[in-house]
Structure formats: C-alpha cells, structure tokens
Nanobody
Framework: VQLQASGGGLVEAGGSLRLSCEAP??????LGWFRQAPGKDRKFVAV????????YYDNSVKGRFTISRDKAKNTVYLQMNNLKPEDTAVYFC????????????????WGQGTQVTVSS
C-alpha cells in the first residue's frame, strides 16, 4: 500500500490550492495531512476518518482549509483557501489506524511530500 500526494505549487497570499492524496487500500484508516517548514518539526494540519467522514483541524488552519475524501477515487483532498506565507511548507499525507490523533508518530504510513510555497 502506498500514499501518493500531489497538488503543491507556488501561490500568492490569499490564493488557493488543492492537494490530493491517492490512498488505495486505506479504507479503514484515518487519513491526515501534516506539514513541515524548513528547520521545523512536522506538524499536524487535519485528519478525516475514511468511513464516517469525521474531520479534525489544527486551529491554525480552521476555517481556511477543508479536508475531504472521495471513496470512489480512493483520494483524500486538502482544499486550502486564503493561504498565508506561514503556510509555506512541504505537505505530507499519512494514514493511522486510529482517528483523531494529531501526533505524527501514531501514523504508520506516509506519502512523499508536496511543496507549497505562498508568496507575500
């Protein structure tokens, strides 16, 4: 099983991007997004339970980012609106057996990162 993230890019402050994470075979997991800025630890962004669709966000992105999933496409999305320069980071998708955790060490599977750069 493998996670494949995509959709990053360069955008001006106030703009939007949508990240995608292909997640075939993760139908009973929680799928999360993390981000890591240069020189900083990897931080939780959002998570969704695949089966029920419950969501949980870090306060720094609440109201601006939306996590969703498309079961037919086995894909999780992160819609990012009103982007700020401090959102600049490499974004990773990850899978955990338990929904609701924000701790990276509780996610067993990780995809490669996708770079998001927000210019001021």
């Amino acid at each position: 099983v493998q996670l494949q993230a995509s959709g990053g890019g360069l955008v001006e402050a106030g703009g939007s991007l949508r990240l995608s994470c292909e997640a075939p075979g993760f139908g009973h997991y929680a799928l999360g997004w993390f981000r890591q800025a240069p020189g900083k630890d990897r931080k939780f962004v959002a998570v969704i339970s695949w089966n029920i669709g419950n969501t949980y966000y870090d306060n720094s992105v609440k109201g601006r980012f939306t996590i969703s999933r498309d079961k037919a496409k086995n894909t999780v999305y992160l819609q990012m609106n009103n982007l700020k320069p401090e959102d600049t980071a490499v974004y990773f998708c990850a899978a955990a057996e338990t929904y609701g955790t924000r701790w990276a060490n509780e996610y067993e599977y990780w995809g490669q990162g996708t770079q998001v750069t927000v210019s001021s």
